[in-house]
């Protein structure tokens, strides 16, 4: 309600205040620029390089015992620029459209104050983006049929460099989003000390993401990314039921919180050491090389083991021992550290040879 005998005023157009309340709005228009531009055959095909994903590849796939059926898939390409920026602005209006019809709406019924309001949005603003991709995660696993845990190196990279529209698509709005977080600090008036961690995060999910993406570990990434994401929905689920005073249950889901964050840790562990300490590196040699053509990033940096002293297949263990003609040096037992890590190995010409 404006109090009689004042008048409020509009900041003067392209001002800081100006489009700080209106960036929503500024930014949804240039995103119309390019939709628009898809109506026009003459701006057709520069505004489709903004919207439409390219690099796209015909693959033949399997789908039955000998039968083989060529199937659209999608690489990585320099024309996914133009596709990041795009979905950059498309997340500053879902942003805004969150923050707007929802959580200012439930702000106003709960009255915090100034540093619980801020931490309030960013949970909200966190918590609708790790939902959404986790049901778009739990979608592609169901599709690609990625249960085994074997799909995450085997094949690669022949079949990891080229994935499906919506795996694809995935990782364009993973990229989008995280970038979006820096021009959101300032169209949400973040204050120079709370820069830093949003920033600090924001930068290792962008490292992180953009690194398995241009190395073709997206299957990887994408069981990271879901393990992740749940740790941190429960998280933020905790903060926003804490906020809203509903502490009885914010207290037990802490508890669940605490027990996944350590669960999403090791589980991260146990599944980049399989894939690249285990399966990668169970490659033939050949195929652990830099290639750029082929997309091959499967350097051969992982351990290997020593000739004539393999474990037996799916044992992980440690074998100290005594160096081969070595036994004793001084008195004290010569020890060996033998192999460490998970092999599963094939001894036919051994056998044949022991036979």
Same mark, same amino acid.
């Given at each position: 309600? =404006? =109090?009689?005998?004042?008048?409020?005023?509009?900041?003067?157009?392209?001002?800081?205040?100006?489009? *700080?309340?209106?960036? @929503?709005? *500024?930014? @949804?228009?240039?995103?119309?620029?390019? &939709? /628009?531009?898809?109506?026009?055959?003459?701006?057709?095909?520069?505004?489709?390089?903004?919207?439409?994903?390219?690099?796209?590849?015909? &693959?033949?796939?399997?789908?039955?015992?000998?039968?083989?059926?060529?199937? +659209?898939?999608?690489?990585?390409?320099?024309?996914?620029?133009?596709?990041?920026?795009?979905? +950059?602005?498309?997340? =500053?209006?879902?942003?805004? *459209?969150?923050?707007?019809?929802?959580?200012?709406? &439930?702000?106003?019924?709960?009255?915090?104050?100034?540093?619980?309001?801020?931490?309030?949005?960013?949970?909200?603003? !966190?918590?609708?983006?790790? !939902?959404?991709?986790?049901?778009? #995660?739990?979608?592609?696993?169901?599709?690609?049929?990625?249960?085994?845990?074997?799909? $995450? %190196?085997?094949?690669?990279?022949?079949?990891?460099?080229?994935?499906?529209?919506?795996?694809?698509?995935?990782?364009? *709005?993973?990229?989008?989003? %995280?970038?979006?977080?820096?021009?959101?600090?300032?169209?949400?008036?973040?204050?120079?000390?709370?820069?830093?961690?949003?920033?600090?995060?924001?930068?290792?999910?962008?490292?992180?993401?953009?690194?398995?993406?241009?190395?073709?570990?997206?299957?990887?990434?994408?069981?990271?990314?879901?393990?992740?994401?749940? #740790?941190?929905? =429960?998280?933020?689920?905790?903060?926003?039921?804490?906020?809203?005073?509903?502490?009885?249950?914010?207290?037990?889901?802490?508890?669940?919180?605490?027990?996944?964050?350590?669960?999403?840790?090791?589980?991260?562990?146990? !599944?980049?050491?399989?894939?690249?300490?285990?399966?990668?590196?169970? $490659?033939?040699?050949?195929?652990?090389?830099?290639?750029?053509?082929?997309?091959?990033?499967?350097?051969?940096?992982? @351990?290997? !083991?020593?000739?004539?002293?393999?474990?037996?297949?799916?044992?992980?263990? /440690?074998?100290?021992?005594?160096?081969?003609?070595?036994?004793?040096?001084?008195?004290?037992?010569?020890?060996?550290?033998?192999?460490?890590?998970? %092999?599963? &190995?094939?001894?036919?010409?051994?056998?044949?040879?022991?036979?």
């Amino acid at each position: 309600m =404006v =109090v009689k005998g004042k008048k409020t005023k509009n900041p003067p157009v392209l001002s800081h205040e100006f489009v *700080i309340q209106n960036h @929503a709005d *500024i930014v @949804a228009c240039v995103a119309m620029v390019f &939709v /628009v531009g898809l109506m026009f055959q003459a701006s057709s095909p520069a505004a489709s390089v903004f919207i439409a994903l390219h690099h796209n590849v015909t &693959v033949p796939l399997e789908i039955q015992p000998g039968v083989f059926q060529d199937v +659209l898939q999608y690489t990585q390409g320099l024309k996914d620029i133009p596709a990041v920026f795009f979905y +950059l602005l498309i997340s =500053v209006v879902i942003h805004a *459209i969150i923050q707007e019809y929802l959580l200012d709406k &439930v702000n106003k019924k709960l009255h915090l104050s100034k540093v619980k309001h801020v931490k309030f949005n960013e949970s909200g603003q !966190l918590l609708a983006f790790y !939902l959404m991709s986790l049901v778009w #995660a739990g979608d592609i696993i169901l599709r690609e049929n990625l249960f085994s845990v074997a799909a $995450l %190196w085997e094949g690669y990279p022949l079949h990891h460099a080229s994935m499906s529209f919506l795996f694809k698509f995935f990782f364009i *709005i993973q990229i989008s989003y %995280w970038l979006h977080i820096f021009p959101e600090l300032y169209f949400q008036k973040t204050k120079r000390e709370d820069w830093a961690p949003r920033i600090q995060y924001a930068c290792l999910y962008l490292a992180f993401i953009v690194g398995a993406y241009l190395t073709s570990f997206t299957r990887l990434a994408l069981f990271l990314l879901f393990v992740q994401y749940l #740790a941190e929905a =429960v998280f933020h689920t905790c903060r926003i039921l804490d906020y809203a005073e509903k502490t009885a249950v914010a207290s037990k889901l802490f508890r669940l919180g605490d027990l996944l964050f350590v669960l999403a840790r090791l589980s991260s562990v146990i !599944l980049a050491v399989l894939t690249f300490w285990f399966g990668l590196a169970s $490659l033939p040699m050949e195929q652990q090389v830099l290639d750029l053509a082929t997309g091959n990033f499967n350097t051969g940096l992982q @351990a290997q !083991l020593p000739p004539g002293r393999l474990p037996p297949p799916g044992v992980a263990y /440690v074998e100290l021992h005594h160096g081969p003609g070595e036994a004793r040096q001084g008195g004290r037992p010569c020890l060996q550290l033998e192999c460490l890590g998970c %092999w599963q &190995v094939q001894h036919q010409e051994d056998r044949a040879g022991a036979g």
